[in-house]
């Protein structure tokens, strides 16, 4: 499947890509092109984390809900996502972490927007919650970043 490419490496030179993807691998023993990879910008500004989770927002037209999903059920150009048929949230949740794969039974719903991507699925539900409880859904999604105090006015 085309979602198992390697991704995220565009912004590194290739002798980097190459040394990324050998350390990868020795790590994870898994094949280059099953692995997904972003920047890690809340740990550490030039490293990389492999992505298995990510909190995203449906797009309008299905609801505009949040979801973690895993990375497999996300379309390469990450603008639609699979989502399995299952019912009971146990099932969802066993779907969830193993990483199943998908199949003709999965419906495609659009994708508004990726808040967080995360190799944790703790991690994730933490996020997942947050944005749940973020008032502004359209503001960005941040938990890390400061917030910037408004400066005073002085009357003269």
Not at 72 to 94: A, G, Q, S
Not at 106 to 123: A, N
Not at 128 to 142: G, H, I, M
Request: net charge neutral; aromatic share 10%.
């Amino acid at each position: 499947m085309v979602a198992n490419k390697l991704f995220a490496l565009l912004l590194l030179e290739e002798e980097e890509q190459e040394e990324l993807a050998i350390a990868t691998v020795k790590v994870s023993n898994k094949p280059v092109n099953e692995l997904f990879f972003c920047r890690d910008a809340e740990e550490h500004s030039n490293s990389y984390i492999l992505v298995m989770y990510l909190v995203i927002q449906f797009s309008d037209e299905c609801g505009g809900g949040l979801a973690l999903i895993h990375r497999k059920w996300l379309t390469p150009r990450k603008r639609r996502v699979y989502w399995p048929p299952y019912k009971e949230l146990n099932t969802f949740n066993k779907s969830l972490k193993n990483g199943e794969e998908v199949n003709e039974s999965w419906s495609l719903y659009g994708v508004k927007r990726i808040f967080y991507e995360t190799d944790d699925l703790e991690k994730g539900r933490r996020k997942l919650k947050q944005a749940e409880n973020s008032s502004d859904l359209n503001s960005e999604f941040d938990e890390e970043a400061p917030r910037k105090s408004a400066s005073k006015k002085k009357i003269l």
